[in-house]
């Protein structure tokens, strides 16, 4: 087994991918390689080992009536619902058996809160699960074969089980022994007793028997056993081999011939029904001459009638069109003239002007009163000045008087 060698990654099966060192930041990317989406067949095929080795047949299966999975159960994608359902229990037994304790799931629990518990047990033995929960909702993938080929793994460390090298038989070379004809030894045997018997009749010159008939009789039925001679046949010799091809030679000529007849048979008899079903198609066709002229002018008549059909359906469409714009057209016109009508009748816009002259009025108003008192601070703001001015040329003229006097 390659269980043990195996090491597989939840994020993308570590066989058959290839790690390449980025050109920036020294970054690690990883690509997938050929064989990567057939690995987990593998990982399948492993993790079907290591239960075998759990006894999951005896413990699980025949305990809650399961149906044993086939050994690409979850590689392959068959029934979700009921995969789902098999992982969960399948993970919550193998957690239990790696001596952690895990309440077995039912089918109306919640599958993401299953899922987290399951994930938290396979994190606490020191597992990774860089991956969404989602991807086990399936109940099939290798993430799914993943986590199942680890909790194996973990149970497997618990009960002390070691994988251990595997010892291969040693063979021996057999001599080779011709096999010897039973049947022919036997026969020489009997032809050698006889001959002897012969001569040693030929040698005693019997002329009266003193033998009692009663003994004779019992003597016979004693050896009777030893007398009968049995021939052992082999199925390796060439004698059989032709003998049964013979037998069955003379079975299939049997059989041939008698086959032969009835094919014969039914061969004339199909020879005469298609020699009947091809006079009465002539028949049937010098009869129905007439009738399939007429039919065939009447099927032209109708041809014709369709084109014509389709050639005025063309026309009527046409003018249906035109008659639709020529409408909508109409529509427009009329549109506009109910609402030049509705807007020289309609004293509206009268009104609005109004209104507008009357607002207008109100701000010029505001506007004029507006100028005034801008207009009289003006004023007063020059008085201001000139009082001002004023004072300042009065206090720069006394001052110089009085230093006149002095």
Same mark, same amino acid.
Request: glycine share 6%; aromatic share 6%.
């Given at each position: ?16 991918? %290839?790690? %390449? ?5 020294? #970054? ?16 399948? =095929? ?34 979700p ?31 993401n ?14 597992? *990774?699960?860089?991956?969404?929960p ?33 010892t ?15 049947? #022919? ?13 012969? #001569?040693?009749?030929?040698?005693e010159d ?23 001679? *049995? ?7 060439w004698r059989i ?20 007849g ?17 006079s ?22 109708? %041809? ?19 008659? %639709? ?15 030049k ?24 108003i505001q506007m004029?009163i507006?100028i005034?008192?801008? =207009?009289?601070?003006l004023?007063?703001?020059?008085l ?23």
């Amino acid at each position: 087994m390659a269980a043990a060698a195996a090491v597989v990654t939840p994020s993308g099966l570590e066989d058959g991918m %290839s790690r %390449s060192r980025g050109d920036g930041a020294g #970054e690690v990317v990883v690509e997938r390689g050929p064989g990567a989406a057939y690995h987990m067949f593998v990982v399948m =095929e492993d993790l079907m080992e290591k239960l075998k080795l759990l006894r999951y047949e005896e413990e699980l299966l025949r305990k809650n009536n399961l149906k044993p999975p086939s050994r690409h159960y979850f590689a392959l994608p068959t029934n979700p619902g009921e995969q789902f359902y098999m992982f969960c229990t399948l993970a919550a037994w193998l957690i239990n058996k790696a001596g952690r304790p895990f309440e077995q799931p039912q089918e109306y629990d919640d599958p993401n809160a299953t899922i987290s518990n399951i994930l938290s047990e396979l994190r606490s033995f020191g597992r *990774t699960a860089d991956f969404p929960p989602s991807k086990l909702k399936s109940g099939y993938g290798e993430h799914v074969c993943y986590v199942l080929d680890c909790l194996a793994e973990e149970a497997l460390k618990y009960i002390g089980f070691t994988w251990k090298r595997p010892t291969y038989p040693v063979e021996e070379l057999e001599e080779e022994t011709v096999p010897e004809d039973d049947a #022919e030894l036997t026969l020489n045997k009997v032809d050698e007793e006889f001959v002897d018997m012969n #001569e040693s009749a030929k040698q005693e010159d019997i002329l009266e028997s003193t033998t009692d008939a009663a003994e004779w009789s019992l003597e016979v039925e004693r050896v009777l056993p030893q007398l009968k001679v *049995t021939i052992r046949t082999d199925n390796k010799d060439w004698r059989i081999h032709v003998d049964q091809m013979h037998q069955h030679k003379s079975g299939i000529e049997s059989a041939l011939k008698e086959t032969k007849g009835f094919l014969d048979k039914l061969h004339n008899e199909i020879g005469r029904t298609l020699e009947k079903i091809g006079s009465r198609e002539k028949y049937i066709n010098n009869q129905l001459e007439n009738l399939v002229r007429e039919y065939r002018a009447a099927q032209a008549q109708l %041809s014709e009638a369709r084109e014509r059909y389709q050639q005025g359906n063309g026309g009527v469409t046409e003018r249906t069109r035109l008659l %639709s714009e020529v409408t909508e057209e109409l529509d427009k016109v009329k549109q506009e003239m109910e609402e030049k009508g509705s807007s020289m009748t309609d004293g509206a816009p009268l009104v609005k002007i109004k209104q507008s002259l009357t607002k207008l009025k109100q701000e010029t108003i505001q506007m004029d009163i507006r100028i005034g008192v801008v =207009e009289h601070t003006l004023l007063q703001s020059k008085l201001k000045e000139k009082s001002n001015m004023t004072r300042d040329m009065h206090a720069t003229i006394i001052p110089e008087s009085a230093i006149g006097s002095y």
